[in-house]
């Protein structure tokens, strides 16, 4: 009972922070028309109706994606970035992209093998989800067959180069896993290109047109190589740096329209915070 009372008390927190119109729009419907309450609810659609209304304010706040995401994909390769620049090693460069895949494999097949059996026996409520929420992603899952040779393509292939649909938490890991050969690619090549400038201008125009997502990894090189290289940053450009990653990252997507795409934005944040807190 203590843990359900501080998972709503956690909720309320949550939905006052992020101010969710989802949340307070089914609140507000299952109060009047009855068709729900937090007392009848089973705690597998409480969760799963939280999870369902949060998700769209986290994605509207974009601070928040670049803190966890962007931030995230930019320390990935810097750390790769930044060791190979202290020991020059290209075996380790080698045998760390031979073993990515078989790293992630483990954990990513018991988790779409869970997946699996959840979906296959209705276990996951969709339809009541629908009932609540009216959400066109649970909708969608209502219509959907969950085979084994699904649960195999998924898990050995898909979710490792175009994203799952199994597994929602996986949706990022092909950019986690593809971002990461990126690096070991960019890397490998580093000291065989004379000119660098060249070489990051070339990979950050490829990859605004092809996927953004891909160029906070390239930001986590070039980070990787400002710190390496010590150049002279005193405290206080650190914090106007930390701040203006900060305006990056919050920058209102409404305001950009067709001069750039967010994810961008996102990268640029990633890296200007990346700088400024080494």
Not at 54 to 66: D, E, G, K, Y
Not at 169 to 179: Q, S, T, V
Not at 246 to 271: H, Q, R
Request: contains cysteine.
């Amino acid at each position: 009972l203590s843990l359900v009372t501080l998972a709503i008390t956690l909720a309320a927190l949550i939905v006052i922070l992020f101010k969710s119109p989802l949340i307070i729009d089914v609140v507000g419907m299952s109060s009047s028309s009855g068709i729900a309450s937090i007392n009848t609810c089973s705690i597998l659609q409480q969760s799963t109706l939280l999870v369902s209304s949060l998700t769209p304010s986290l994605r509207r706040n974009s601070f928040i994606v670049v803190c966890f995401l962007y931030i995230f994909f930019a320390i990935l390769s810097f750390v790769v970035a930044h060791s190979f620049l202290q020991n020059k090693n290209h075996e380790s460069l080698k045998v760390k992209a031979i073993t990515r895949y078989f790293r992630f494999l483990p954990i990513v097949v018991i988790s779409c093998f869970i997946a699996y059996l959840l979906l296959k026996f209705n276990l996951c409520k969709f339809h009541e989800l629908y009932l609540l929420t009216k959400n066109t992603w649970a909708a969608a899952r209502i219509e959907e067959t969950y085979s084994f040779f699904r649960f195999l393509k998924e898990s050995l292939f898909t979710s490792f180069f175009k994203g799952t649909q199994l597994v929602s938490p996986l949706w990022c890991l092909h950019f986690l896993f593809l971002g990461s050969f990126l690096t070991y690619f960019v890397m490998w090549i580093y000291d065989k290109i004379s000119n660098k400038y060249a070489l990051f201008s070339f990979l950050i125009v490829m990859f605004y047109f092809v996927n953004p997502n891909y160029i906070a990894f390239i930001v986590g090189i070039i980070s990787a190589i400002i710190c390496h290289n010590e150049y002279s940053i005193k405290k206080i450009n650190c914090v106007l740096l930390i701040i203006l990653g900060c305006v990056f990252g919050l920058f209102p997507p409404v305001l950009i329209n067709n001069f750039t795409n967010i994810e961008t934005f996102y990268a640029i944040g990633a890296g200007l915070i990346l700088v400024g807190t080494n």
